[in-house]
């Protein structure tokens, strides 16, 4: 996996989960990714006990990282394993790990997260398209099996000419753990909501401030709480947006949130916010669902489906800033929706997303890479 720094978000929580989730099967987990800070390390091998984690010295920034100490030591290494479960498209790390674990007769795994999207491909889409052919796509025909997390994620993927049919298996990320649900007399004096994830344009932060002054305009007391970090020009550009249209008083940028102050705001929270252009799953949604609040998501959160089945908020059009402001309206002003999420929610997660259930899903999928071979 190209970044499994705390700060990279859903990816790492979701390797983290597969790493457990993959224990209750007794499959032996390795991880191999480039090194990441002390605290991040250290945060990791808490998380992973029962894996075994290799860190390799890196050069580059963002998608353009290289390691080739990574590359050489699964050279060296990987004859012994049955099989490279390979995360991410479009950068080097994941790119040539494939191309190495080939050459060495070891079958892989290709996990695109959300890669292989119509977003993905519309940005940069020259430099994107002529990357996929040369490196990526070669290395998804040739995978023993391609790893989606959502159904929907698959489908959006069909367009691609990838001969799926038989190789694609849906594994969802798994719940882990347990999620601070507050109960009503814990919540925040006004009605706050929060959203928790990365500062990217891909997460539509700009859109979502438009939708805010909306908001605001109906419900003046209404707080919205930005948890995350990113690029400090993009953070920078968000600060200076909010001050522009006279937001500041009811939008809080708190940084990248964990531990204590991270249960403490999913506990305050009246509601969660995520109205991404593309998300292939939605960690940080889930955990919303898990401590009880209720989601107002775009159509493009490809958790989409989970959501409205089983009534845990509102599906708002990304595009439309109206939109997003009344999903936002209706779940703050309907106290008995928010009270059904915080008594369903955690349950419904619970449900579908066990370490368990996922784990068996993923000794299914390598069963089957180990039968073709």
């Not at 290289?66 to 479009?90: K, Q, T």
Request: glycine fraction near 8%; proline fraction near 5%.
């Amino acid at each position: 996996m190209p970044n499994v720094s705390r700060a990279f978000g859903g990816p790492t929580e979701s390797l983290i989960g597969y790493a457990q989730a993959a224990r209750t099967q007794d499959i032996r987990v390795h991880v191999a990714a480039p090194a990441v800070p002390s605290d991040d390390e250290a945060w990791l091998r808490r998380q992973m006990t029962e894996a075994t984690l290799h860190f390799f010295a890196s050069a580059g920034r963002h998608a353009w990282v290289v390691a080739p100490g990574l590359w050489g030591w699964l050279g060296r290494h990987g004859p012994r394993f049955d099989v490279v479960h390979v995360h991410g498209l479009f950068n080097p790390v994941s790119s040539l790990s494939a191309h190495v674990a080939r050459l060495r007769g070891v079958p892989t795994v290709m996990r695109p997260f959300g890669t292989l999207s119509r977003f993905t491909f519309s940005r940069r889409s020259a430099l994107k398209r002529m990357y996929f052919a040369l490196l990526d796509r070669p290395a998804l025909r040739r995978a023993a099996a391609l790893h989606f997390t959502t159904e929907a994620e698959r489908d959006e993927a069909r367009r691609l000419s990838l001969a799926l049919d038989g190789r694609a298996h849906v594994v969802p990320p798994p719940w882990r753990g347990t999620a601070p649900t507050g109960s009503m007399d814990e919540k925040a004096a006004a009605p706050t909501v929060l959203y928790m994830s990365r500062l990217h344009p891909k997460k539509n932060v700009t859109g979502l401030l438009d939708a805010w002054a909306h908001v605001i305009d109906a419900q003046p007391d209404a707080q919205l709480w930005v948890a995350g970090d990113g690029d400090d020009e993009y953070v920078r550009r968000l600060h200076e947006t909010v001050r522009r249209r006279g937001l500041d008083g009811s939008v809080s940028f708190l940084g990248f949130v964990q531990g204590e102050k991270k249960r403490r705001v999913l506990r305050e929270a009246w509601a969660f916010v995520l109205p991404s252009h593309q998300e292939n799953f939605g960690v940080a949604v889930l955990e919303a669902v898990a401590a009880g609040l209720p989601v107002v998501i775009s159509g493009e959160v490809q958790l989409r489906a989970f959501v409205e089945e089983w009534g845990l908020g509102r599906v708002v059009d990304r595009m439309q800033a109206a939109s997003i402001a009344e999903g936002m309206l209706t779940v703050l002003t309907d106290e008995a929706g928010r009270r059904a999420v915080r008594e369903q929610g955690p349950a419904a997660v619970r449900d579908v997303f066990s370490l368990e259930r996922v784990g068996a899903k993923l000794r299914d999928m390598y069963a089957f890479v180990q039968d073709e071979q």
